[in-house]
């Protein structure tokens, strides 16, 4: 068991270019979201998505897109990066049939917009 | 709408001396409640979990007790060591069908020898 992936692990970006961050998870969890983590901010939710074809926003969701396709992958796009959008994303996952919503996550992406 | 609050850092600590970190909540429901560290350049571990009144959670010498009547979920150890300098995240789940965490804003642990 892999458990959550993320690549790359490092990005720069120039103001306006587009990317996308993979994640994707071996455990057949529904529930995937993306955190963004900023200094004295903690974590907050990007988006979130409780199973393939299904998504919704989180606290911050402005910027960025997902899409679902399969229960592995739960890719974030960047349409315009932004120097605001500097930050370290994490992508999760959890399986709530298991009670607890416990997350699982990823090791992150850091990410530099210049 | 749901939120944590926990002691801002950082805190030093000499190799040995007891840690409280402090963790407040506000939910609606019965929260289960979390604490996740991360090590430097790493992402988040769960270190433990409480999912109802007057349960602790435990692991590696960390506690900590869901108290209901406070709303806390304050972490503790009895001695800490060089290796848990990390940063630590408590968090909720609201339940009920919100799969979604909410995170205190964290405190950096560093504990010297």
């Known amino acids: 068991n892999a458990g959550v992936t993320q690549t790359p692990k490092f990005q720069v970006l120039k103001t306006g270019q587009s990317m996308t961050l993979q994640c994707a998870q071996d455990?057949?969890?529904?529930?995937m979201s993306w955190y963004r983590q900023d200094p004295g901010m903690g974590l907050r939710l990007i988006h979130y998505?409780?199973?393939?074809?299904?998504?919704d926003q989180g606290e911050v969701p402005n910027g960025y897109n997902v899409s679902r396709s399969t229960t592995e992958d739960f890719p974030l796009r960047l349409l315009s990066a932004a120097p605001s959008q500097t930050s370290v994303y994490f992508c999760?996952?959890?399986?709530?049939?298991?009670?607890?919503?416990?997350?699982?996550f990823g090791p992150g992406t850091r990410l530099t917009v210049t | 709408g749901d939120s944590v609050t926990q002691m801002e850092g950082p805190v030093t600590l000499s190799e040995e001396a007891f840690l409280t970190i402090n963790c407040t909540y506000t939910?609606?429901?019965?929260?289960?409640l979390f604490w996740y560290v991360q090590y430097p350049g790493e992402g988040l571990q769960l270190l433990l979990k409480?999912?109802?009144?007057?349960d602790k959670g435990s692991n590696k010498g960390f506690e900590a007790t869901y108290r209901k009547e406070t709303t806390s979920f304050h972490l503790e150890k009895g001695s800490v060591q060089v290796s848990d300098s990390a940063v630590y995240f408590c968090?909720?789940?609201?339940?009920?069908?919100?799969?979604?965490?909410?995170f205190g804003k964290g405190t950096k642990l560093s504990v010297i020898p």
């Open positions: 999760a996952s959890s399986e709530p049939g298991q009670g607890s919503y416990e997350q699982y």
């Open positions: 455990m057949n969890h529904e529930y």
């Open positions: 998505s409780v199973g393939a074809g299904i998504t």
């Open positions: 939910a609606t429901g019965y929260p289960s």
């Open positions: 409480a999912t109802k009144a007057d």
């Open positions: 968090a909720l789940a609201s339940g009920a069908g919100s799969y979604q965490l909410t």
